[in-house]
């Protein structure tokens, strides 16, 4: 049985979340469980995914999404891979932003022929994130 794009990212059945600016055709793609969608950000998101094509789009929405990130939750960004779309992002670059607002990088796949997908937590406390694109600027202790 070949495993869905879904349990590769690991979300689960009924998990709390919240799309920005999806693509349709990536989120069949994803084969997603039932989950309880919000349209609408207020509360804390399990799982929250940001389609995004370019750094600019990524700086606006990416430090607003995580303020809604529960602590245990998962911010998923997918960008155009290959340079498809005009986009001027590429997973060194989307590393280093997300590590620039906060959040640490866990696994990267392919969402369809467009689209990558990488997701970023918290870091855990204690833990020393080494990684050569990207460094933690600010301490987000305050969750």
């Known amino acids: 049985m070949k495993k869905t794009v879904a349990l590769k990212m690991g979300v689960k059945e009924n998990t709390k979340a919240f799309f920005k600016n999806a693509d349709i055709e990536a989120i069949e793609n994803i084969g997603l469980p039932p989950l309880d969608i919000s349209i609408e950000l207020n509360g804390r998101f399990d799982y929250i995914h940001l389609f995004t094509e370019n750094q600019a789009e990524f700086n606006e929405h990416f430090p ?7 602590p245990s939750g998962m911010l998923w960004v997918s960008w155009p891979k290959g340079g498809k779309l005009g986009t001027d992002l590429n997973m060194k670059t989307v590393i280093r932003l997300g590590y620039d607002f906060g ?15 990488l997701k970023f937590t918290y870091p855990k406390e204690g833990k020393v994130y080494n990684n050569s694109y990207g460094k933690l600027k600010i301490s987000y202790k305050n969750r």
């Open 64 to 70: 607003k999404l995580k303020l809604y990130l529960k």
């Open 103 to 117: 959040l640490v990088e866990s696994k990267c796949l392919s969402i369809n022929g467009i689209w990558s997908g």
